[in-house]
């Protein structure tokens, strides 16, 4: 066989040779900056192939929770629980304002890292996977574009780009910040798309966003946090105008100077 390099069996899985989702328990979770909690006492459920928005005011902590969900941040108090996977098989999509775009790489080398996970950083990839990368450029609307530098990109090309890379990551558990922030209609439309084709493959997806309509018509659970729970379940149920209201009241109370905890865990 012609499989010269990276030649893993599991180039074509389909979803029913995968592993199920993975679920995630939170359990009185608080997570602190400097001992001032951004995330308090949460606890909670994302269920086995869930599709759940996080929504809340800026500074609410829904990135914190985010960043505490793959492991970069520790609880300061409380335990996070993912049943079925590793934490290095998560997939995280950072706020585009965080990623470092000046890197000298093409679209095509960041989308083939996607493949790292499976064939190393270093094995140069074969013929098998350069197809499976341009499909993935070609899925999310990049074809021509593949020898680009990345830092020649608009804002939603290089969104379009990162998540090529995530088809490939091929990851149980999603976890996007913001990820459709400042692209036009039609980039939204057709990332939303990838996202809705991932969770009828029934992946894991959590993903925080401001646009409450898109939430609405999008996505079926949400979770509306300011700093702690305001409501958590279907989103008909979570998003009404009390929470938002009461979202909204919780956050412009916030004391970035709080001591530690305010209150205690039931
Ligand atoms: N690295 C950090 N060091 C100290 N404090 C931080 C850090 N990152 C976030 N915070 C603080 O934690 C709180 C929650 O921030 P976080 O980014 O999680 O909120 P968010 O809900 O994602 O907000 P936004 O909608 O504005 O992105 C804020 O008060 C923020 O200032």
């Known amino acids: 066989m012609a499989h010269d ?17 993975p ?95 499976r064939c ?18 070609t899925t999310v609307g990049l074809s021509g574009l593949a020898e680009r530098p990345i830092s020649t990109l608009s804002g939603g090309q290089f969104q379009r780009a990162l998540f090529a890379r995530m088809l490939l990551q091929d990851a149980r558990l999603l976890l996007l910040d913001e990820p459709f922030t400042a692209l036009d209609m039609k980039t939204t439309t057709d990332l939303i798309d990838v996202v809705k084709h991932w969770h009828g493959e029934n992946r894991t997806i959590i993903a925080v966003l401001h646009d409450i309509d898109l939430v609405r018509e999008h996505f079926p659970q949400a979770l ?19 929470n938002l209201l009461t979202a909204r009241r919780m956050c412009e109370g916030f004391d970035d100077n709080a001591p530690f905890c305010d209150h205690q865990a039931a």
């Open 5 to 21: 390099h990276c030649s893993h069996t599991h180039t074509h899985r389909s979803s029913r040779d995968q592993a199920p989702a």
């Open 23 to 117: 679920g995630i328990r939170l359990d009185n979770l608080t997570v602190a900056y400097r001992r001032h909690p951004a995330v308090h006492h949460l606890s909670g459920n994302f269920a086995p192939g869930s599709l759940t928005a996080i929504v809340g005011p800026n500074g609410a902590g829904k990135s914190t929770l985010l960043k505490a969900i793959m492991g970069a941040l520790r609880p300061a108090t409380g335990r996070i629980e993912i049943a079925g996977i590793n934490r290095r098989d998560i997939a995280y999509l950072p706020q585009i304002s965080e990623v470092d775009r000046t890197f000298p790489i093409t679209v095509l080398d960041l989308v083939a890292m996607g493949l790292w996970r």
């Open 120 to 137: 190393g950083a270093f094995r140069r990839i074969g013929r098998d996977q350069l197809h499976r990368v341009n499909d993935a450029i």
């Open 224 to 242: 509306l946090l300011a700093r702690s729970e305001v409501a958590w379940g279907k989103t008909e149920d979570v998003l009404t105008g009390t």
